[in-house]
């Protein structure tokens, strides 16, 4: 298999939308507390905001492209640390990981170790010494990927539903 990894191109913008769709159709698949949804609007509203942020953060989008279908993509900023961040938080330049969905039928070959590599290489050329990503907690096969990776559980958020204490 041999994948490409490339910078993301506005030519990308459907499929990306699409990828966007079913990272959160799979979210909305394993949310236990069924608090997540997906609204038809959800895909080309959320790549805006993604782009804006990408552009806002000095970040970057890789793409997976085999035999020239898109199979995966990984969203990464570099957003700057604030002063009030300084007040609670070691200086550093961190990296931090949006997003990352791998094609169904491409996940477990290594696409995503891949992209995560990529955007990690991005992080160091740009002198980031601390790299991020969030993961649902029922998001186990994410949490595998990014423990193998060298990523530590760091915190957790927590949530109660209130109506159910009646």
Do not use: W
């Not at 790549?47 to 890789?62: C, H, S, W």
Request: net charge negative; glycine share 8%; proline share 2%.
């Amino acid at each position: 298999m041999k994948v490409k990894i490339r910078e993301y191109q506005e030519s990308d913008r459907t499929a990306f939308v699409k990828f966007m769709e079913q990272l959160m159709d799979y979210i909305v698949s394993i949310d236990d507390l069924k608090r997540t949804r997906r609204m038809p609007e959800f895909g080309e509203s959320y790549t805006q905001r993604t782009l804006q942020k990408v552009a806002e953060n000095n970040g970057i989008i890789y793409v997976a492209e085999l035999d020239s279908e898109l199979v995966g993509v990984v969203v990464g900023t570099i957003p700057e640390q604030t002063k009030e961040d300084q007040l609670e938080h070691v200086p550093s330049k961190f990296g931090e990981v949006l997003e990352i969905v791998v094609k169904a039928g491409y996940r477990g070959r290594g696409v995503g170790t891949m992209l995560m590599n990529k955007l990690e290489e991005y992080f160091k050329e740009n002198n980031c010494n601390i790299s991020g990503v969030g993961v649902l907690v029922p998001n186990k096969n994410a949490h595998r990927l990014y423990s193998k990776l060298g990523y530590e559980d760091r915190s957790f958020y927590m949530t109660k539903d209130l109506q159910e204490q009646e």
